[in-house]
């Protein structure tokens, strides 16, 4: 059972445009949701990361927009350069107790066309 | 470099042998927790720890795959009586605590003839 379902699984941007990775969630009782980047051979490095009591936040230019209602969210990538390229990675987990293991999507390769 | 250190890197072994590989979380984070991650998916979730106790492994692969950290520093994943589907890269990554960001180390990439 995929509880977190990543789209879209690959994406090709022109330098300087916007690049947009959306995510939806089953699991209600998830309240964190961090965003990951991973270069070829390399782990997974947090970029940015947002809890369900804000819609939206900023850093640099990572934005991660959330909708509670609809269990999505998305992140999205600014004036995209070509050092973006790489694979994304959405996760979430209940960080209130249990196993708080991350659920990750299945990612999605981002080409950043010079 | 203080990230989350992983060794080794590579390895490959043969089918049916036991293989054990170790993780040197950030200094400060007790928290730690393992991943394995297939080619063209997203880490999957194994087990993690709060200082030694280790605090959630049904999520555990099979009863040959066991992690120790036995004092609330490194921490070492063991898969005894490998398998092809073993194959893998094995991540770690720790944090300060609960609610905290989860910090990765490069991984562990597992080859099993």
């Known amino acids: 059972q995929q509880q977190v379902k990543q789209s879209p699984q690959s994406l090709i941007v022109q330098k300087g445009g916007i690049s947009i990775i959306n995510c939806a969630y089953e699991n209600t009782a998830f309240d964190y949701f961090p965003w990951y980047q991973q270069f070829p051979g390399k782990g997974p490095a947090l970029l940015i990361a947002i809890r369900p009591d804000v819609s939206e936040k900023k850093e640099g230019r990572f934005t991660i927009s959330f909708n509670k209602s609809a269990k999505q969210f998305s992140l999205h990538i600014m004036d995209s350069q070509p050092g973006d390229s790489a694979t994304y990675f959405c996760a979430a987990s209940n960080s209130g107790g249990g196993a708080d293991g991350l659920t990750f999507g299945k990612g999605t390769h981002l080409i950043i066309q010079p | 470099d203080t990230g989350v250190s992983q060794d080794p890197r590579h390895k490959i072994t043969k089918r049916g042998q036991n293989v054990t590989f170790r993780c040197d979380p950030i200094s400060e984070h007790n928290r730690l927790y393992w991943y394995r991650q297939t080619l063209g998916q997203g880490p999957e979730f194994l087990t993690y720890?709060?200082?030694?106790?280790?605090?959630?492994k049904s999520r555990l692969l099979s009863n040959r795959f066991s992690a120790e950290r036995p004092k609330g520093s490194f921490s070492t994943l063991e898969i005894q009586r490998t398998e092809q589907g073993d194959s893998a890269m094995y991540l770690c990554?720790?944090?300060?605590?609960?609610?905290?960001?989860?910090?990765f180390g490069d991984g562990t990439r597992l080859s099993i003839l």
């Open positions: 720890f709060q200082n030694e106790a280790q605090l959630e």
């Open positions: 990554a720790s944090s300060l605590g609960t609610e905290q960001p989860q910090h």
